[in-house]
């Protein structure tokens, strides 16, 4: 596939990859953009891969990992809430005090639980993802849970995890 | 407690601003585009997946009399790479053009607002991908009473390869710098206006105001008054006269 090609058909799904593991709009387009400038120099290599796709979301979620160090020295903390979009129920309360509490995670720990209830990994793909052992990664998604406030005993089976 | 129904409620959202950022209909599957068009606003908006058509699109770089463009890349792999001043220079540049006419609060900031490829025509590798990064900042701004949300963007640009659409405006100043300025609506069930002011400097960088009477240009947000806090003609004055 021609990087042209590749662009045009995944950067949306990038674009919404980047944004969850982020939670910035601004932060995940800029990542995308980094990340698509450097896939662009080895694309040779990167499209013969048999998952080109899975190897360019990695480098977004290692470029992520290395960003925000660097952020944190010349960002602001502030994040912009959508605002006004009206009707206050519940429902929607429920789902912004998530975003903030996914915002609030330590870094890892929130790559790691987009990997696997976003993107769907297995806990060893997240592992190689994230250089670190199988048995890190379940301790992480376990106290990122206990952050998030989640119960899984409480969660509808078609929610449920499936691994 | 909660479950995991609310988590993925929190991934759709998330979601949701991807492609209101990128302006992607949710929902749907993206499609290759056969031409990328830079609409006004799009610039500091919207993604652009530059293909074929040699548009788009860039961040900020700035201070038209210290910025310097990279060199032409060497390699034709090596995309060309700009970067602009950051966001405490680009605010400190605001403050002082708009001096009395308003003041102003930054909620959002960041190097990436404007950051994007531009591939001439990326589709056959035939040119590598230009990155420009600088500075952006939103926030609300309040004038004359009137408060309503702005996002302003600076970045090289030459004014060649920009298809507006629309009914906007364009002139050239004396100092050759060129000015396009125009009204269109805001993106949201609320409604809105936004005001676009671009200016192309002959230096060859560029800068985006836009305001808004929503909270923010980019839609989806509440009014927060009757009419955006400034005028064209104002926002016109705030990007010539002291820039």
Redesign the interface.
Known sequence: M????Y???Q???L??F???LT????????????V??RA??R?DRISRMDQPHAYVRRMVVNEYLSWRRRLAR???R???E?????DGTD?RA???A??RR?AGLPRRQRAA??LR??AGLPDSEIAALLGCRETTVRSQIFRALAA?????A???P????TR | ???????????T???R??????G?PHATV????AAARLVPFAAAAA?V?G??AGVGVLAPAFDSGSQTMAPPSTRA???A?TEGP??RELTDRFRAALGDRATFT????????G???E?H?????AT??E?R?GA?I?GTLTAGGVTGGFDLTGYPMAMGGTSWTGDFEEHTLPDGTRVVSGEFSARG??GGLNRYVQTYRPDGNSFILVVSN???PHG????LGPHPPLTLDQMVAVLTDRW
């Open positions: 021609e990087f042209g090609a662009v045009a058909r950067r949306p799904a674009m919404r980047a944004t969850v939670c910035q709009t601004w932060l995940a387009e800029d990542l995308v953009s980094d698509l400038c662009y120099e694309w010349v960002t602001p502030a994040e912009v959508p605002a006004g979009y009206g429902e429920e789902r912004d998530m975003i996914l639980v987009v209830y976003y998030l406030r989640i119960d899984l409480e969660s509808s078609t929610y449920q995890e | 407690m909660t479950d995991l129904r609310v988590l993925a409620d929190a991934f959202e998330l979601e601003r991807a492609d209101a950022a990128t992607t993206p499609a290759p585009r993604v997946v293909i074929a792999t090596t995309p790479r950051d966001v930054v909620t959002e900031s960041g190097p990436g607002l950051t994007k490829i591939p025509d990326v589709s056959t590798g590598p991908p990155v990064i952006s939103r069930p609320a929503q909270r923010s989806n947000t509440e009014l």
